[in-house]
């Protein structure tokens, strides 16, 4: 269920949202994953290297398969405020519980 969530652009708890964002530009079209952190009115971005995809399905499946890399610990996530500035601890802990979640109902 969390696959279609995130196709559609969102995936969120009572604490973050995600958001899927998938640009192109000359023929290659890059996906890119932002962190909202509803308690602190704060947005936040991944800084994993995402494969861009030839096509705008082909880069949905690489963000989908690097989330899933996220949820079940094969990918470590760096999450940023800005180039220089790293998103702090209590982010990192929210999206290991959304993560947790989305482990849990591929359980289930």
């Given at each position: 269920?969390?696959?279609?969530?995130?196709?559609?652009?969102?995936?969120e708890?009572?604490?973050?949202?995600?958001?899927?964002?998938?640009?192109?530009?000359c023929?290659?079209?890059?996906?890119?994953?932002?962190?909202?952190?509803?308690?602190?009115?704060?947005w936040?971005?991944?800084?994993?290297?995402?494969?861009?995809?030839?096509?705008?399905?082909?880069?949905?499946?690489n963000?989908?398969?690097?989330?899933?890399?996220?949820?079940?610990?094969?990918?470590?996530?760096?999450?940023?405020?800005?180039?220089?500035?790293?998103?702090?601890?209590?982010?990192?802990?929210?999206?290991?519980?959304?993560?947790?979640?989305?482990?849990?109902?591929?359980?289930?």
């Open positions: 269920m969390w696959r279609e969530k995130l196709r559609q652009g969102f995936l708890n009572d604490k973050i949202m995600i958001e899927l964002s998938i640009g192109g530009e023929g290659e079209w890059f996906p890119s994953l932002a962190l909202y952190d509803k308690g602190k009115d704060m936040y971005y991944f800084d994993n290297d995402i494969l861009p995809g030839a096509t705008e399905e082909e880069a949905l499946e963000a989908i398969r690097f989330f899933e890399k996220l949820i079940i610990g094969l990918e470590k996530p760096k999450i940023k405020s800005s180039p220089l500035k790293e998103a702090p601890e209590e982010v990192y802990t929210k999206l290991r519980e959304l993560l947790e979640e989305l482990k849990n109902e591929d359980k289930g």
